[in-house]
């Protein structure tokens, strides 16, 4: 898929086949989360990327997630807080044009980034 991610690394958990039209946007984020790989050199490990509308229902996920869109990732960059380093992180590289506008969700343990094209921010981290 890209030097660094591979496509089994996006795939729904519940095992479902990928659609064609996901796929499309599963290539523009992942070439989006290279960027950021090559720009930090550090690992990125995907927790969740597309989710099927039953997955997604399933962990209680809303039905307006860019996750059944293929457009969402939620990530962990080895090495970083998902808070303190990772979503301060993004937003920079979202600022500087360097990755495309979208959705940036801050968690405890992971921190949300998505290619909607527009801004959407929130913080459900209980620090």
Not at 21 to 46: C, G, H, M, W
Request: hydrophobic share 40%; net charge neutral; aromatic share 10%.
């Amino acid at each position: 898929m890209t030097k660094n991610f591979k496509i089994k690394e996006f795939n729904c958990k519940c095992g479902c086949e990928m659609p064609s039209e996901v796929l499309i946007n599963i290539t523009k984020l992942a070439n989006q989360l290279q960027a950021v790989r090559d720009f930090t050199s550090y690992p990125i490990i995907i927790n969740s990327a597309y989710r099927c509308e039953d997955h997604n229902n399933a962990i209680g996920s809303n039905s307006s997630s860019q996750h059944i869109l293929g457009k969402a990732a939620d990530v962990v960059i080895f090495g970083l807080d998902p808070v303190i380093d990772t979503y301060p992180l993004l937003e920079d590289l979202i600022l500087s044009g360097f990755i495309l506008q979208g959705g940036l969700g801050m968690y405890e343990t992971f921190t949300h980034y998505d290619i909607r094209k527009t801004k959407a921010r929130w913080n459900n981290a209980k620090l």
